[in-house]
């Protein structure tokens, strides 16, 4: 599991509050914390500041309650808890495993569970409404997808098909074939 987690565990950056006009950047990887900033000032005094760094350790970071602030000040109370769960080793393994697993697992669950999964997450919103998703659950709830099937897909989306009953797509199916015959012999 660890080969999922990859190098960086999290990073996000952002303006900070008003009214500050600074730039941070907050981000951790496996063994350090790093928060950055970038002065944003008209005043003249103020130009030739560089940007800051700070680097601590996972450890340091859960002690450092001057850094912990500041991150909750400029990103909010769910970022902190996630980075202090992050540096205590809480992983997300879940949301680390590639779209062709997340597919293969989701195969398996009931529609129902589907829509509360797509719920949960920016990313697991996306796949639910995938196309990819949408051929896999067609495929495996029709007994055949015909050519004509596919091509109606690719025009409507697999999505629609699935919810389609199966009265209605020979319809549209057998319309599409007399559209594309009319086309062919003008």
Request: glycine residues 4%.
């Amino acid at each position: 599991m660890a080969r999922l987690l990859g190098e960086t565990l999290f990073e996000v950056s952002s303006q900070g509050p008003a009214p500050i006009k600074d730039y941070f950047c907050f981000h951790i990887n496996q063994t350090e914390v790093i928060w950055r900033w970038w002065k944003v000032s008209l005043r003249p005094d103020s130009r030739s500041l560089r940007p800051g760094e700070v680097r601590e350790s996972h450890g340091e970071f859960l002690e450092d309650r001057r850094l912990q602030s500041q991150v909750l000040m400029v990103f909010g109370p769910d970022v902190l808890q996630y980075s202090k769960c992050l540096c205590e080793g809480q992983y997300d393994y879940l949301q680390r495993l590639p779209d062709s697993l997340l597919l293969h697992i989701m195969a398996h669950l009931e529609l129902e569970d589907v829509t509360r999964l797509a719920q949960t997450c920016h990313r697991f919103e996306q796949l639910c409404s995938s196309e990819q998703f949408w051929e896999q659950t067609v495929r495996l709830h029709c007994d055949t997808v015909s050519p004509g099937m596919e091509d109606l897909a690719r025009d409507v989306g697999w999505r629609c098909v699935f919810f389609t009953n199966k009265l209605q797509l020979q319809k549209q199916i057998r319309r599409r074939r007399a559209g594309n015959k009319l086309t062919r012999f003008k």
